[in-house]
């Protein structure tokens, strides 16, 4: 079965400083993972997905993501945020390559803070 | 191109009620998945149409919920009787058919069942 945690239910940092939203992932076969935000009233963006190749990944918006195996961990980032980067970030793995459906963490609510 | 649209964007109605949900994907999009989130959990996969059949329905959660995709364009969720765990807010997404296509959502439907 797959499953994915999102460990931090907030996290909040200072406009201008990096940021890191953590995901590990649980699957059984190759991982696909991805990465939606969610901002208020509106639906998920697709932000980035890792399927194969360079560990980094990077997305809109700024946003990238390092893919580590031997951690099964896709920790998304972003060198300097902005605070319309505030919004509810959501992690997703599945482990086909088909039309398959998402397998969702819980989301994290990040606050930019001016 | 449009995107994936929902309606209504809120409902509110009565535990033994029915509501039905409407999803129009984005044209040309063979998948169309349901799912939903309840109160800061997990989004939770519902089902998945590939044009008007069902690919997966393993995440409905009963006989209360019926899901249709007459002719392969919009579908309908329609749940009948409310009760008041139904209460969540329902996404649609859709995708092309291919590996690793993103699902692109639409911005919900909050149900609220009183």
């Known amino acids: ?114 | 191109e449009a995107g994936v649209t929902q309606f209504p964007s809120h409902s509110v109605i009565e535990k033994g009620q029915t509501v039905t949900l409407r999803c129009d994907p984005i044209s040309g999009h063979d998948n169309l998945y349901w799912y939903r989130r309840v109160m800061g959990k997990e989004i939770k996969f519902l089902l998945h149409f590939v044009k008007e059949s069902k690919q997966d329905e393993s995440g409905m959660p009963n006989n209360r919920f019926l899901a249709e995709r007459t002719g392969g364009t919009y579908s309908t969720l329609k749940v009948q009787p409310a009760e008041l765990e139904d209460s969540g807010v329902y996404f649609c997404a859709s995708s092309h058919s291919g590996i690793l296509q993103p699902q692109h959502f639409g911005d919900g439907t909050r149900l609220s069942i009183l």
């Open chain 1, 1 to 114: 079965a797959q499953s994915v945690a999102q460990p931090e239910d907030q996290v909040n940092v200072a406009e201008g400083n990096p940021l890191t939203v953590k995901c590990t992932y649980s699957v059984s076969g190759n991982p696909y993972l991805f990465w939606y935000v969610q901002y208020p009233n509106r639906g998920l963006q697709f932000l980035l997905k890792y399927i194969t190749g360079d560990n980094l990944v990077k997305g809109s918006y700024g946003f990238e993501a390092e893919f580590n195996k031997s951690q099964t961990s896709f920790h998304l980032k972003k060198p300097s945020a902005l605070v319309s980067d505030s919004a509810l970030y959501f992690c997703a793995v599945r482990d086909t390559v088909g039309n398959t459906p998402l397998v969702f963490g819980k989301g994290t609510r990040l606050s930019v803070i001016a």
